[in-house]
T-cell receptor
């Protein structure tokens, strides 16, 4: 069965610092991987996705993630945090065996300090 | 504009009073799903639908019903709401299980439900 583990329910960084949000997955077949972002009082918005092309995926707002099969990881990074990055971030996995269903991690709340 | 629309966005109701949260998508998606979001628990799937007239339980289906009579609509029904159903609800859709689908979900804005 597919599952996602997000290490750290809360991450705090200073403005300008590196953002690193961790995601590990389990999947019996090659996965599709996603990061979604949820700003306060809004729905979830796709940040980026891995669909078996390049292992380094670039998304919106300067975020990127790298698929590492050997580590079953898909960590999200951004070189320099901005105040507007404060939000909740969800990692999700699917594959062809799940017939379109996404499995979500529990989310990581990112706080950015001035 | 491609979107998933939920209504109502906010609702306060009382225990036992039946309610329906509507969901509509205009992307001709096969797959639709309902999630609830609670602090510390992330997103949990309530029900999903692979296509018209095909629905199945997710991880937390108790106390909920759904129907999929048309491709674009997927209402969530709470026959007798209880306070433990106070939550933020999201409807989502995707292309479905076809070869070109990755499972990428498109979400509505959410419906915040309070049951007193």
């Amino acid at each position: 069965a597919q599952s996602v583990t997000q290490l750290g329910s809360h991450v705090s960084v200073s403005e300008g610092a590196l953002v690193l949000l961790r995601c590990n997955y389990s999947s019996s077949v090659p996965p599709y991987l996603f990061w979604y972002v949820q700003y306060p009082n809004q729905g979830l918005q796709l940040l980026l996705k891995y669909t078996s092309a390049a292992t380094l995926v670039k998304g919106i707002n300067g975020f990127e993630a790298e698929f590492k099969k050997s580590e079953t990881s898909f960590h999200l990074t951004k070189p320099s945090a901005h105040m507007s990055d404060a939000a909740e971030y969800f990692c999700a996995v699917s594959d062809r065996s799940t017939l379109g269903r996404l499995y979500f991690g529990r989310g990581t709340q990112l706080t950015v300090w001035p | 504009e491609a979107q998933v629309t939920q209504n109502p966005r906010y609702l306060i109701t009382v225990t036992g009073k039946k309610l329906t949260v509507t969901c509509s998508q205009n992307m001709n998606h096969e797959y639709m799903s309902w999630y609830r979001q609670d602090p510390g628990l992330g997103l949990r799937q309530i029900y999903y639908s692979m296509n018209v007239e095909v629905t199945d339980k997710g991880d937390v289906p108790e106390g909920y019903k759904v129907s999929r009579k048309e491709k674009r609509n997927f209402p969530l029904i709470l026959e007798s709401p209880s306070p433990n159903q106070t939550s933020l609800y999201f409807c989502a859709s995707s292309l479905g299980a076809g070869a070109v689908s990755t499972g990428e979900l498109f979400f509505g804005e959410g419906s915040r439900l309070t049951v007193l």
